[in-house]
């Protein structure tokens, strides 16, 4: 249903043991039926080399690792030192280039904008650990709000400074809406050149080794309001509202969030025109 509105890129889960997490144990036929949908450019969460392995046999097109600007989140979420993490993103493009070359590799950056566990992530620390990804094989690095601490002036600042030392190699935005600036913050992200936002369907995920990291952006709200600014995304807002039926159908006993799903769109909104 995503595909048929539009969005050209899912990540379809992460490959990582059944045991730390059961719910992502069939990450691989969902992944091979995802690789059906023409046009779509399937990618999955990889933390480790063996989980690489098993993402490049199911036909992915694109590999990201998460590597935490943290160090303490890294313990928590990997089990292992930023350095160590950029070692492992070192084998991992090593092994693409070997087997697979033309998948895509993505650093992803967690905590960059702060850590519950840690608390504030210097921004030199942020940038130095961008560089080492994109030394180390990533073809693109992006920063992420893993507990919601961004604010608009702090996103627009770190995202410059990313790509003045990677220039296109400077990847997505990845932002939450745990204190309510998602929104602001995609926004702040889009006024200094970033074009790729992460984002989910109802607001669903979140990660399970950062305490208060729930809220992700909602999808159908981001759309809409680039839409509503005159920015056009290619995704069809009605048929993304209806997409939301499945996810109902799937996981009745989760919330689902967004504010334009709820309100509705605007009275004589017409998607594709620019609205004052």
């Avoid at 990450?27 to 059906?36: D, G, I, R, Y």
């Avoid at 935005?173 to 074009?195: F, I, K, Q, S």
């Avoid at 981001?222 to 056009?232: K, Q, T």
Wanted: glycine share 10%; hydrophobic share 45%; proline share 5%.
């Amino acid at each position: 249903a995503l595909a048929a509105a539009g969005v050209r890129e899912i990540e379809v889960g992460s490959f990582v043991p059944p045991s730390l997490l059961p719910q992502m144990a069939d990450v691989a036929q969902v992944a091979v039926h995802a690789l059906s949908h023409r046009g779509l450019t399937v990618m999955a969460l990889v933390p480790n080399l063996r989980g690489a392995q098993a993402a490049l046999d199911s036909g992915v097109h694109k590999l990201t690792v998460p590597l935490s600007a943290s160090e303490a989140h890294s313990q928590a979420n990997v089990r292992k030192t930023r350095a160590q993490m950029v070692d492992e993103l070192r084998r991992i493009a090593a092994l693409r280039d070997e087997r697979h070359p033309r998948v895509r590799l993505e650093a992803g950056l967690s905590t960059a904008f702060g850590c519950t566990l840690q608390g504030p992530v210097a921004e030199d620390e942020v940038i130095r650990l961008a560089v080492q990804a994109a030394e180390a094989g990533a073809d693109e690095v992006g920063l992420s709000d893993t507990v919601g601490c961004a604010n608009p002036a702090q996103v627009q600042r770190l995202f410059r400074r990313l790509r003045a030392e990677l220039g296109d190699r400077a990847g997505a935005a990845h932002l939450h809406n745990t204190r309510g600036l998602g929104l602001a913050n995609c926004l702040a992200a889009y006024e200094v050149g970033v074009t790729t936002f992460d984002a989910s369907q109802g607001g669903l995920g979140g990660c399970p080794y950062a305490p208060g990291a729930s809220g992700n952006v909602v999808t159908e709200d981001l759309v809409f309001m680039f839409e509503a600014m005159g920015v056009a995304t290619g995704i069809d807002w009605q048929a993304l509202i209806a997409a939301r039926g499945a996810l109902q159908a799937g996981l009745p006993d989760e919330p689902l969030y967004g504010m334009t799903p709820l309100a509705g769109l605007p009275l004589g909104f017409k998607q594709g025109a620019t609205h004052a």
